[in-house]
């Protein structure tokens, strides 16, 4: 290991991989900030500029603008409340509401130093334990899956839902149902699409997320008449002053990144799961933590609620590397792209790129270290900068809202459809919202609709039709039990408000 | 009897849930599919009864806290003008292109929102789009389809 930490170092610090993880994480800022250029978009961008490099610069340079996209998202998250990403919607749970009161500088200090020490740590376990957690990986089969994301939905039913935990269950049936249209994945049979070529290919996570946040947040301040300019002129009064970081915050943030940090990189690990889930659990995890009075303020602008899923994110992000250089499978989307360029490479990761590439395995590993550092360093200075956008009058803020989630859209599929789907969506969703229907239960549930259909399908396949998958593998059936507790305790604790 | 809005909404959930669940009934499946353990339908079905049934919990509970929303303090005026801008701007951005129609989509919705200064409104909108269009096809090469750019020679 020794041995292959000293090629990571030398291939990382070489000149033109420093200033590559440089390029990427600034260039990932800038994407990732835009609502609906999130990761994918950028790292996919970043693709036919990496073949005039060796295989191990041009990774590095993609995974420099992953984590700079990933913080780049957390920003817009903040600010906008439009996460570019679904890994950075559970950050605005609590960051946009500190961004209203005023604090949307610390908000994104908070998140830079959360997302660092979230990155760094995750790190320092992907070096350790790579080898051995691939094993920890491939022990899961399909049926864990499907419980494993049963859990993820209904943790997020239960703690976003402000007690309204049926509202959010019907929000992730919606979720579900939203991703079913288009063609199903084994047998291209189109489903939903009611003869509209445009649904064929079902209908896209940025158009959702879009609609859902970005647009939806849009219409809902100009509905309800709100003005997100009192936030942005207390900015830009205070604006060096509201990036310091008290004592009483630093505590919090070191009690919560251990644990994030250990829980985003495992969920990481696991191929599909990804920084969304981890994201997710980890706040539902820290609101669990917490004491009574912590618990009321998650929501409101906690800082235990902002720092739990920009480490959980973070961590996520290292995590997903394991399956991918270790079993080749990519462990969320933004790797999937990844895979793709290193393909393209002629490079196939599995077990033997130890053995036939280990420049390129701890290189990449070598430059997280290196890319985090930039994050902090790069992100921290600019953050009053940033925050300026809160500045700008509702008047021009609305209309640059709805122009960059169309824009967004329309770079995709240059289809005017998809525009129109994207503004019924945003209209019915902020009805929703006015009766607070909750809308991160419906993101997740879409982004992990076509994997829950998909290990659904292998877990009765293999069973023939028989549901005893739920309960013959004992992880199955802890997940579930977990799950079953989750529902019961929400039973419960309306049953205790009432009472 | 008044039907609250949030049991109005379950309602018309549970009827969507319905017209979910007759069109998975109905989706085409391979004849050799038709009795397999899983196919394109097994998962749909799931959703809709799914949807079905916690919308009539959602419909027959009582609702321990009604949300009310006072509809005097909400702006339809502004929102239905933004809705309609946001419609015609989908329905011309193909014929007339990006630059023009996403530039006087700005202008229109700032002049709609209460803004009146027209050096800065134009300035916010022309002048940015360009600056926005140049970053993306210019330096991040990220196409953007623009015909009429294009025809004018202004866009290879």
């Known amino acids: 290991m020794i041995e292959g930490i000293l090629i990571g170092l030398s291939t990382a610090l070489s000149f033109t991989n420093i200033l590559m993880v440089m390029v990427g994480c600034f260039a990932g800022t800038i994407i990732g900030m835009l609502p609906g250029l999130g990761p994918m978009t950028a790292i996919a961008l970043m693709i036919p500029i990496t073949y005039g490099f060796d295989p191990s610069t041009g990774l590095i340079l993609m995974a420099g603008v992953y984590y700079g996209a990933v913080f780049g998202g957390s920003t817009s998250s903040i600010l906008l409340n439009a996460p570019g990403i679904p890994g950075t919607v559970a950050t605005a749970f609590d960051g946009y509401p500190m961004a209203q009161q005023g604090k949307a500088g610390k908000a994104l200090a908070i998140a830079a130093y959360s997302s660092f020490a979230g990155g760094t740590i995750s790190a320092i376990f ?31 039913s239960a703690f976003s839902s402000k007690g309204q935990f049926l509202k959010a269950m019907m929000m992730v049936v919606l979720g579900l149902m939203l991703a079913t249209v288009g063609q199903d994945s084994l047998s291209d049979i189109t489903r939903f699409t009611f003869n509209n070529m445009n649904l064929t290919d079902g209908i896209s996570f940025v158009l959702i997320v879009m609609a859902t946040f970005a647009m939806s947040e849009a219409l809902t301040i100009i509905f309800r008449g709100k003005d997100p300019n009192r936030a942005a002129k207390q900015i830009s009064l205070t604006e060096l002053g509201s990036i310091k970081v008290n004592k009483e915050e630093t505590i919090k ?31 539902g995890m820290e609101r669990n933590y917490v004491n009574e009075e912590e618990k009321q303020k998650f929501g409101k602008g906690s800082v235990h609620g902002l720092s739990a899923p920009e480490t959980a994110n973070n961590a996520a992000c290292s995590g997903s590397f394991v399956p991918l250089l270790t079993l080749g499978i990519p462990g969320s989307g933004t790797t999937a792209v990844m895979l793709g360029a290193l393909l393209g490479f002629g490079i196939q990761p599995g077990p033997r790129l130890y053995q036939t590439n280990p420049e390129i395995f701890w290189s990449v590993i070598m430059s997280m270290y290196i890319g985090m550092v930039v994050l902090l360093i790069l992100n921290l200075p600019l953050i009053p900068y940033i925050a300026r956008i809160l500045a700008v009058p509702r008047n021009y803020l609305i209309p640059l809202i709805l122009f960059f ?12 459809f998809d525009i129109f789907l994207m503004i019924g969506i945003a209209v019915v969703a902020t009805f929703l919202r006015l009766y607070d229907f909750p809308m991160p239960p419906l993101i997740l549930a879409f982004v992990l609709g076509g994997l829950m259909e998909e290990t659904l399908r292998r877990s009765l396949l293999i069973s023939d039709g028989s549901p005893n998958f739920l309960w013959d593998r004992p992880i199955t059936l802890i997940i579930l039990i977990i799950t079953i507790v989750i529902i019961f305790w929400q039973i419960f604790s309306t049953f205790r408000k009432k009472t | 009897m008044r039907i609250s809005p949030t049991k109005f909404i379950s309602l018309l959930f549970f009827v969507l849930s319905v017209f979910y669940l007759y069109s998975a009934y109905n989706i085409q499946v391979f004849a050799f599919d038709e009795n397999a353990p899983f196919n394109a339908r097994t998962f749909p079905i799931y959703l809709g009864w799914a949807g079905i049934v916690l919308s009539s919990l959602k419909i027959i509970l009582p609702e321990k806290n009604t949300i009310i929303v006072n509809h005097k303090h909400l702006d339809y005026k502004s929102i239905t003008y933004l809705v309609i801008i946001s419609l015609i701007y989908a329905a011309v951005i193909l014929k007339i292109g990006y630059f023009i129609s996403t530039s006087l989509f700005l202008f229109a919705s700032y002049y709609f929102l209460g803004e009146r200064r027209w050096g800065l409104m134009f300035i916010l909108s022309f002048p940015f789009v360009s600056a926005f269009m140049y970053l993306l096809h210019g330096l991040l090469n990220i196409y953007l389809r623009d015909p009429f750019l294009k025809y004018i020679g202004v866009m290879g």
């Open chain 1, 405 to 416: 989630s169309v824009t967004g859209i329309y770079l995709m599929s240059f289809n005017n």
């Open chain 1, 126 to 156: 992907l070096l350790i334990a790579a080898p051995s957690l691939s094993k920890v990986s491939l022990a899961f089969r399909s049926p864990d899956y499907f419980a494993l994301m049963i859990l993820g939905l209904t943790a997020i």
């Open chain 1, 253 to 283: 943030m070191a009690k919560t990144i251990p644990r994030s940090s250990i829980l985003g990189f495992l969920i990481g690990v696991l191929p599909g799961a990804g920084a969304t889930i981890a994201s997710f659990l980890a706040y």
